[in-house]
């Protein structure tokens, strides 16, 4: 199944997005096409993934993907065949990159990936809430 996902770059990476776009032309197997904020790649999902790990291995911390709603193409979202203007969901890609600087930082922050096991949730036993309304004085 063909899939495209926008690649976004972090404004504080030292990357650019004509990088991104060398290191996907070199790799190949996937269409692509530069855009102010990075990259764009449509293809299988096999060979987005590999695409997608060298990508990353760029900058782990500061190359972001996320699926894209439309072929890259697709004349419902093209500028010139709708009169102009800034495409459908430039505006919340413009602030999601801004955001971007501060995941960033917590990706590199110590101790934040750490996952620590908790007991599963269960069900409180009647009796034992029963006891916890009785000790607290309510009837």
């Given amino acids: 199944m063909i899939k495209t996902f926008v690649v976004m770059l972090s404004p504080d990476s030292n990357l650019t997005p004509s990088m991104l776009m060398e290191k996907v032309a070199a790799l190949g197997g996937v269409n692509y096409k530069e855009t102010c904020y990075g990259v764009l790649i449509e293809g299988e999902e096999a060979e987005l ?39 459908p969901g430039y505006f919340m890609l413009g602030a999601e990159r801004n955001v971007l600087k501060n995941v960033s930082k917590a990706l590199e922050a110590e101790g934040v990936l750490e996952i620590k096991e908790t007991e599963p949730k269960t069900r409180l036993d009647v009796s034992k809430l029963k006891k916890i309304v009785e000790e607290a004085g309510g009837s």
């Fill in 49 to 87: 993934e590999k695409v997608m790990k060298a990508l990353r291995e760029m900058d782990p911390n500061r190359i972001f993907f996320k699926v894209r709603g439309y072929r890259i193409g697709d004349e419902r979202i093209c500028r010139a065949k709708r009169g102009g203007g800034p495409r």
